[in-house]
Structure formats: structure tokens, C-alpha cells
């Protein structure tokens, strides 16, 4: 007996060309012990009959909003909520642009907006209706909502384009319910993570400042990593262009000294990652008014060093969090800095970058790492920063103390 027996999954299936292919993947979920119900938008109608789908499903298709048999036998509520899990396939644009505003006008959409079950979507479209801006909104606001995607494929459409947009293939679309129907282990459950990210922001006068590139991307992947592993999660951020993640308490800084100071308030915690980009020094005095330009005499700031966050926490005699890792931007002998690092600021793990202009790390999405610790150094191939996220939380998660 699969673990998937007994559950059920409630599959919508849009209308668009790569419809033909939920007919495959019922037949796939069927064949894994799954219960399989469909919707079929009116749409769809135009690309598979609803009697192969009840064929397949072995239940009667629903596609009416206001369907008085329907309601009698089965809400469109109830329906929406009975399912372990909501597929879309093939998730088309307008489907996107209906849940990523909470439009409900058909069944689909009103099953979508009435559920309180997982929603995973296939999507399948023509390439510059993918890449179309309106599509790239609606794609991140939907997950930022929380609905999973698998897909799209790069590859040749119907329409005879090449690019994304092609929907995933039923065996990877099961593969991806199945994952999602399956309980993830939560290693971090009752552990609380603290995570620095971003840059900070050192002010020189009420309107100058002193910072830098970082993007933040990494720090907030590993936020969002920590969630799903369990863990209380608290990101304590200098200002970035990016969304909270989902479940992750958010103290925003400013400055070095208001990041440290954070970071204090936010003991004792289990584990803590210093990924922030910390300004090393900060202006000896910040003037009060706006420093006037002065003809040909550029002004001399007196600088002091900041508080090194990592150090000050990792060296704690009370309140030390079990785990203490800290990243190393490193552009060349990228290990052997890395260990003066663990040493020198008395961490367990260094997670070392390469971020020379070349990497492309800096801003970028991708990161290629190397984990260094007393254990000894592992070195990772280039992946995207969730990736590395993922792997890194689920490693540290093995790492703690039990
Ligand atoms: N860090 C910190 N507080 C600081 C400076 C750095 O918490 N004031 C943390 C960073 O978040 C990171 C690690 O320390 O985890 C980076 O150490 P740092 O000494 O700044 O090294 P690099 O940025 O790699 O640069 P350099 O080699 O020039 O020291």
C-alpha cells in the first residue's frame, strides 16, 4: 500500500492544447492508488470530452457553476475541500490571471478560491504569453500566495515557438503531486532560526548613506527553507526590494548597530546564519542637517568600525545559539579564507562565496558555495540560492545538537 492510498486529488483541467495530456496523468494518479475527481473548464470542453475524463476518473466530470444536481449531490464548496490536494493542468494564462485576483466566476475558479487544500499548477502557454509581463506578476503573486508550480518545460509548443511555456510531462506532474501529497519530515519543529540578510545602511547626513549591493536573495531563501523544515523563523533584514516569505517573522534594521541589536533581542535561538552584507564601518558622527556642497572642498568623513554581528553572537558566553554559521564573500582562495574565518570569529560553519564580478553571485540568482566546518569542506556545484538554501537547512538541521 502506497502512501497515497486513500487520498484524493481534485484535478482542473483548463483549456488549452496540452489538455490532451491530463488524460495521461489520470491515468498515472489512478494507477497510484489515488481517487481522482475533475472539473473541466468551458474551455476545455474544446480539447477533451468530458467522457474520456469520466472514463478515466471513473466519477462524473463537474463544469457547471450552477449545476442543481451538482449541488445536491456535492457543493461546488464542498468539492473544492474534499480533495487532499488541487491540480491545474494545463494551468493556462488566464486561469493564473483569475486566481492571482480572486476572480471566480466559473467552477474552476470558484473551486481555486474556495479550497483550503494545497493548489499545484502545470502551466502551459505560448512563450511570450509566459514571459508577458502580466503573466510574470501573476505567476509571483501566486506563489507568493503559496501555490506550488511544476513547470513550465523550455521546449517546441503546438504553435511552433521554442522557449517556456511547454507544460510539464504527466510523469513529472505526478511526480510533483505525489511529492506534495506526501508528509515532509520537519527536522526543525520547535526550533527557533535567526537569519540575517541584506545590506545595511549607514547614514551620513539625513538623506546620504553608506551600503551595497546585496540583494538579500540568499538570506530570504534560507528564511523560507527554515519554514518548511519547521523552525520558528525570524529574518532580521536591512532594506531589500523582496517579499517576506511565507511564515517568517520580519524585524527590519537599518543600520549594523540596530541589526546586532536585533539580533540580541531574538536570543536564546537554536540556530542563527549571519548572511547579512554588514557595512564594516559606519561614520564617526552623522550630521544632523544635510552636509551643503562646498566649492571645490569635498568633505573628509572620520569613519569607526561597526560591531562585528557574527563575532559578538558566536562568542557569547550566555545565550550562545547552538549553531553559529556565517557566510564568507571570498573572490579568490576561497577556502583557505574561509577557514581563517571559522576561527577568527568562532563559528561552526562558513558557507564561502566567490563573489567576484565574474560569479555573478552579487544581485544574482544562482550561487556556487563551499561549506566549511570542523567536520571539513564540502564543495557545491553552482545552483540557484533556494537550492543552496535547501540543502543548507536540511545540512544544519543534521548539524544541531540534538
Ligand atoms: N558580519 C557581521 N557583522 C559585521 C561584518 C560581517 O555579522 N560587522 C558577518 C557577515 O554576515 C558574514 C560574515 O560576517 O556572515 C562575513 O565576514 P566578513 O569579515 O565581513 O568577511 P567578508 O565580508 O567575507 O569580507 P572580508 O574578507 O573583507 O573581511
Known amino acids: 500500500m502506497s502512501a497515497l492510498t486513500g487520498k484524493s486529488v481534485l484535478l482542473i483541467i483548463g483549456g488549452g492544447i496540452a489538455a490532451y495530456k491530463a488524460l495521461e496523468l489520470i491515468r498515472l494518479l489512478r494507477g497510484r492508488g489515488l481517487a481522482v475527481k475533475a472539473i473541466m473548464t ?63 466566476d466559473d467552477l474552476a475558479s470558484t473551486a481555486l478560491l474556495a479550497t483550503d487544500k494545497p493548489v499545484l499548477l502545470a502551466p502551459a502557454m505560448n512563450v511570450r504569453m509566459w514571459l508577458n509581463p502580466a503573466t510574470r506578476r501573476n505567476a509571483d503573486q501566486l506563489k507568493r500566495d503559496g501555490v506550488l508550480f511544476i513547470g513550465p518545460n523550455d521546449g517546441e509548443m503546438a504553435c511552433g515557438e521554442f522557449g517556456p511555456g511547454r507544460m510539464a510531462e504527466p510523469i513529472e506532474i505526478a511526480a510533483a503531486i505525489e511529492k506534495a501529497l506526501t508528509p515532509q519530515a520537519k527536522p526543525l519543529a520547535g526550533r527557533k532560526v535567526m537569519i540575517t540578510a541584506g545590506p545595511t545602511r549607514e547614514p551620513i547626513d539625513p538623506v546620504r548613506y553608506i551600503s551595497n549591493h546585496s540583494s538579500g536573495k540568499q538570506g530570504y531563501a534560507l528564511a523560507e527553507a527554515a519554514v518548511v523544515l519547521g523552525a520558528q523563523t525570524m529574518l532580521i533584514s536591512g532594506p531589500v526590494d523582496l517579499p517576506i516569505p511565507p511564515g517568517v517573522g520580519m ?57 562585528d554581528i557574527l563575532r559578538t553572537i558566536a562568542t557569547r558566553t550566555d545565550k550562545r545559539p547552538k549553531l553559529v554559521v556565517g557566510f564568507a564573500a571570498e573572490t579568490e582562495k576561497v577556502v583557505e579564507h574561509a577557514r581563517e574565518k571559522l576561527a577568527k570569529k568562532g563559528c561552526d560553519v562558513i558557507i564561502a562565496n566567490d563573489v567576484s564580478p565574474e560569479s555573478g553571485v552579487f544581485g544574482g540568482d544562482r550561487n556556487k558555495v563551499h561549506v566549511v566546518s570542523a567536520q571539513g569542506v564540502e564543495i557545491w556545484p553552482e545552483m540557484t ?16 545538537p540534538k
Open 385 to 400: 540560492k533556494q537550492e543552496v538554501a535547501r540543502r543548507l537547512m536540511d545540512k544544519l538541521s543534521e548539524l544541531l
Open 42 to 104: 468551458k474551455a476545455a470542453h474544446e480539447f477533451v470530452t468530458p467522457l474520456s475524463v469520466a472514463s478515466l476518473t471513473g466519477a462524473k466530470v463537474h463544469d457547471h457553476l450552477f449545476s442543481l444536481t451538482d449541488e445536491i449531490e456535492m457543493g461546488h464548496i464542498e468539492l473544492s475541500r474534499s480533495a487532499d490536494l488541487l491540480v491545474v493542468v494545463p494551468a493556462t494564462a488566464d486561469l493564473m490571471a483569475k486566481m492571482a485576483h480572486g476572480h471566480a
Open 251 to 307: 524585524i527590519p534594521v537599518e543600520t549594523a548597530e540596530e541589526m546586532l541589536k536585533a539580533c540580541e533581542n531574538e536570543l536564546p535561538c537554536d540556530i542563527a546564519i549571519f548572511c547579512a552584507a554588514v557595512a564594516d564601518w559606519r561614520v564617526a558622527r552623522v550630521a544632523t542637517e544635510k552636509i551643503k556642497k562646498a566649492e571645490g572642498r569635498a568633505p573628509s568623513l572620520a569613519m569607526v568600525e561597526n560591531p
